[in-house]
T-cell receptor, first 112, second 117 residues
């Protein structure tokens, strides 16, 4: 499995965009990039995923570089409730047998 | 998305005893997983719960310590046996929603917070 590298922690001001980077330099051609977050005392929550095109949903945007070796999760207007640990994970989406393997993630602190 | 219910949400147990955690899903799913999250750590996969056959355990986890049942496509249990304080963790049930519309997204329960005295 491709491994990911994320900064251990980041701060963001409330109302500003939070840009969370992730390096996955050994990603394979069939591996997707998934983002989850875990708010304190809750189970991980799915945010977004993509293969090579940029993706956007009601929660966030995902920007994947053209060489697919890195990506950025963007929370356009961070709120205090976005304070959480954010996990970037790569895995093949077309194989149901591949469960998620979690790394250390980035602890995002949104400050007033 | 799949709705997952875990019971109990938390428990405090004495060493040497066992606790069974239940996971109920609101729809039939092929893949169910159990994870452990030790204090301050990330999630670690314990095993894949297979319906109709024995669970598949990850390295470092054994059936005698963490027996798993999967009687049907919507339910699974994880037992933490002969507990010690080192077993104090959050235990999470997870399911994989497959198919084109489901996009192979993995969903998680809220977890069971276990403290062993």
């Amino acid at each position: 499995d491709a491994k990911t590298t994320q900064p251990p922690s980041m701060d963001c001001a409330e109302g500003r965009a939070a840009n969370l980077p992730c390096n996955h330099s050994t990603i394979s051609g069939n591996e997707y990039v998934y983002w989850y977050r875990q708010i304190h005392s809750q189970g991980p929550q799915y945010i977004i995923h993509g293969l090579k095109n940029n993706e956007t949903n009601e929660m966030a945007s995902l920007i994947i570089t053209e060489d697919r070796k890195s990506s950025t999760l963007i929370l356009p207007h961070a709120t205090l409730r976005d304070t959480a640990v954010y996990y970037c994970i790569v895995r093949p989406s077309n194989n149901a047998g591949n469960m998620l393997t979690f790394g250390g993630g980035t602890r995002l602190m949104v400050k007033p | 998305s799949a709705v997952i219910s875990q019971k109990p949400s938390r428990d405090i147990c004495q060493r040497g005893t066992s606790l069974t955690i239940q996971c109920q899903v609101d729809s039939q799913v092929t893949m169910m997983f159990w994870y452990r999250q030790q204090p301050g750590q990330s999630l670690t996969l314990i095993a894949t719960a297979n319906q109709g056959s024995e669970a598949t355990y990850e390295s470092g986890f054994v059936i005698d310590k963490f027996p798993i049942s999967r009687p049907n496509l919507t339910f699974s249990t994880l037992t933490v046996s002969n507990m010690s304080p080192e077993d104090s963790s959050i235990y999470l049930c997870s399911v994989l929603s497959t198919g084109i519309r489901a996009k192979n997204i993995q969903y998680f329960g809220a977890g069971t917070r276990l403290s062993v005295l």
